[in-house]
């Protein structure tokens, strides 16, 4: 089992700047990739960015230059920082570990954490 504990979040403006982390601890191996993903009311959720085990890294258009995914293994931590923020940016942020045990791939979710971007 992989846990995922997000902070960082919380209300910003438009134009601001926040930064979530995203700290994993359990069996914490052969983790392929960890990322955000979010969920605005009456919407589905959608991938923000994600990271793996080479550093490659990849965004939605939506938050494409202005968000930077970033990880730490040595903290088993990954990090969002979103600049330029846009009241569309409000949801709640999720991040996610997807770990490849044998043949089984599964993905951990964490708690969430919301953000608010006022105009």
């Known amino acids: 089992q992989v846990q995922l504990v997000e902070s960082g979040g919380g209300l910003g403006q438009a134009g601001g700047s926040l930064r979530l982390s995203c700290a994993a601890s359990?069996?914490?191996?052969?983790?392929?990739?960890m990322g955000w993903h979010r969920q605005a009311p009456g919407k589905q959720r959608e991938m923000v960015a994600t990271?793996?085990?080479?550093?490659?890294?990849d965004y939605s258009d939506s938050v494409k230059g202005r968000f930077t995914i970033s990880r730490d293994n040595a903290k088993s931590t990954v990090y969002l920082q979103m600049n330029n923020l846009r009241p569309e940016d409000t949801a709640v942020y999720y991040c996610?570990?997807?770990?490849?045990?044998?043949?089984?791939?599964?993905?951990?979710w964490g708690q969430g954490t919301q953000v608010t971007v006022s105009s």
């Open positions: 990271i793996n085990l080479s550093f490659s890294r």
């Open positions: 359990g069996s914490i191996f052969n983790i392929l990739s």
């Open positions: 996610v570990a997807k770990q490849l045990l044998g043949t089984k791939l599964t993905n951990y």
